[in-house]
């Protein structure tokens, strides 16, 4: 299989996931969830969706329950939407990457306010 066919289906499974999780899903539990990524193996069976969360602890573990309990629906309708021989396995994984850019961000603006705080007793000086 193609890298650049592989790279389509990715792109376009997360916009089709991305829609089911926005229109189609009812479960209440399920809050903001956007879905940063799809990673699918090469034999097209397997395909991870990675979703970010918003929320305090509980609103977290709530959505991610609903998205496992809806696992089965989305799959069916990626099978109907994307036009694949098989439709492959899905599991969803929470993406950590928007937390740890957080964490950066937060250790620079530190970075920068010591940084200042530091400018402001050399000239006292």
């Known amino acids: ?70 696992l089965g629906y989305i799959r069916r309708e990626i099978g109907h939407r994307v036009r694949l021989r098989i439709t492959p396995e899905l599991k969803f994984e929470i993406d950590k990457s928007l937390d740890y850019s957080e964490h950066i961000q937060k250790l620079l603006n530190k970075i920068k306010t010591d940084d200042a705080a530091r400018g402001n007793s050399m000239e006292e000086d």
Do not use: C
Request: proline share 1%; charged share 30%; aromatic share 4%.
């Open 1 to 70: 299989m193609s890298q650049l066919r592989i790279e389509k289906i990715q792109e376009l499974m997360k916009q089709e996931i991305s829609k089911i999780i926005l229109r189609e899903l009812k479960d209440p539990r399920i809050g903001f969830v956007t879905v940063t990524g799809v990673h699918i193996t090469r034999d097209l069976s397997e395909a991870t969706a990675y979703v970010s969360i918003m929320g305090n602890e509980k609103q977290v573990k709530d959505s991610w329950e609903g998205l496992q309990s809806s």
